[in-house]
């Protein structure tokens, strides 16, 4: 039976936007971009609803521009979520076969998944992902599970995310209110990752960092599998409020003369002369040290990463092999890229949009990365299982147990 085309939406709740792709997968796995609805946010803040009206209203209006734009009507979504009570960590779940059984079977896996996923989490908290990192046998990593071989001991090593049940509830609230279903709910820098890295560059060593208008999201990939991933609640905004705090400058001035006039990369050579922002007519209305200007960029910005960094796992740095990828809005400052050289001592990459058609070149950006992401992630999903795993209806609104 010849597989048809499918269609998967992908919907972002940010900081600064909200923001909803529809991509066709088509039978040949390419993927085509068939709109995008984008609306400015408000009422949500460092990843997380605060205004539930408000933020109602947004997503209202990216789904009618979703719709316009891809002639699509629209019924279910993939959803992705962030926010600073997202944790991500490792385990692994060891089991021992019994007595006269030589020979690995599939239920020996399963009880050894089971022990991996079984971590203590605060009462407040579900579980979110449970990642397969890779199985053991005796001792001898195995990237497959090793069914049908000979063994004794059989361990399954697992990256667990998980995060606070009532405040994921409300961004599901907020889609089932338009309404629409959710097929899944996926943690934003594993979506991201999906964009932003090919297998080569996660057998490489890879850390992706998303750094949009209130939080940072990362992911980091070693031998090709995810290793750590999380979200700091830091981000372009707060580099903004800097720049209004030390120069008593507007918010809304102060965040046009960040991105129109300020350098994170810590050359002098950058931070030359006065800094000014033009009136219509073209006289300057504010002008600003751009030495201070860029002081201020550069600090939020090397704590931001720095804070990154103090997240990884001791000496995973050192094993980033193929670079770290920089998306989100933010990560277009300008000098960027050579202060995060500075900070992690690693070739630096924006990644390029992967085979993807239908695109214009300004949804190239880096700031669309999640959004896309979630697209990259479905595609994935049906490649592994003949349909999603449809997580809110199948379990009735807790986010366990997931097959990854």
């Known amino acids: 039976m010849a597989r048809r085309s499918k269609i998967h939406v992908g919907l972002e709740i940010g900081t600064s936007k909200v923001c909803m792709v529809v991509g066709e997968v088509k039978a040949d796995s390419a993927v085509k971009i068939l709109g995008i609805g984008e609306t400015k946010s408000a009422g949500v803040r460092k990843g997380e609803i605060y205004d539930y009206s408000q933020a109602r209203a947004c997503l209202k209006d990216a789904l009618a521009k979703a719709e316009d734009a891809s002639d699509v009507e629209i019924g279910s979504v993939f959803l992705a979520v962030t926010g600073s009570h997202i ?14 059984e030589k020979v690995v079977a599939p239920e020996h896996i399963e009880e050894a998944r089971t022990i991996a996923r079984e971590v203590q989490i605060p009462q407040d908290h579900v579980y979110l992902h449970p990642i397969i990192r890779n199985y053991w046998l005796d001792g001898l990593e195995h990237p497959t599970s090793p069914t049908g071989l000979f063994g004794k001991t059989v361990e399954a090593d697992f990256h667990i995310v998980h995060g606070i049940g009532s405040r994921l509830q409300n961004s599901i609230k907020l889609v089932r209110e338009m309404p629409l279903e959710v097929d899944d709910i996926v943690f934003s820098p594993i979506a991201t990752a999906r964009m932003a890295l090919e297998r080569d560059q996660r057998e490489g060593g890879a850390l992706v960092i998303d750094i949009g208008a209130g939080t940072t999201d990362y992911a980091l990939y070693l031998n090709g599998v995810i290793t750590a991933s999380g979200c700091i609640p830091v981000g372009g905004d707060h580099i903004t409020n800097d720049i209004h705090l030390v120069t008593d400058l507007p918010f809304s001035k102060a965040e046009r003369i960040k991105i129109q006039e300020g350098d994170a990369s810590g050359d002098p050579g950058r931070s030359v002369g006065t800094a000014r922002l033009t009136d219509d007519r073209g006289y300057a209305e504010v002008e600003v040290s751009r030495a201070t200007l860029n002081e201020i960029i550069r600090q939020r910005l090397e704590e931001t ?92 609104g807790m986010f366990w147990p997931f097959k990854r």
């Open 87 to 100: 944790q991500g960590i490792n385990n692994r779940g060891t089991y021992r076969l019994p007595e006269g």
């Open 305 to 396: 990463l720095q804070l990154v960094r103090k997240r990884l796992p001791q000496g995973s740095v050192e094993a980033i092999g193929s670079g770290i990828y920089l998306t989100g809005g933010t990560s277009l400052m300008r000098g960027f890229s050579e202060l995060a050289y500075d900070v992690f001592k690693r070739d630096i990459y924006r990644p390029e949009m992967p085979e993807i058609s239908g695109v214009r070149s300004s949804f190239k950006e880096p700031r669309y990365a999640t959004s896309i992401g979630l697209i990259r992630y479905a595609q994935i999903l049906d490649s592994e299982s003949s349909s999603p795993p449809g997580v809110l209806g199948k379990i009735g």
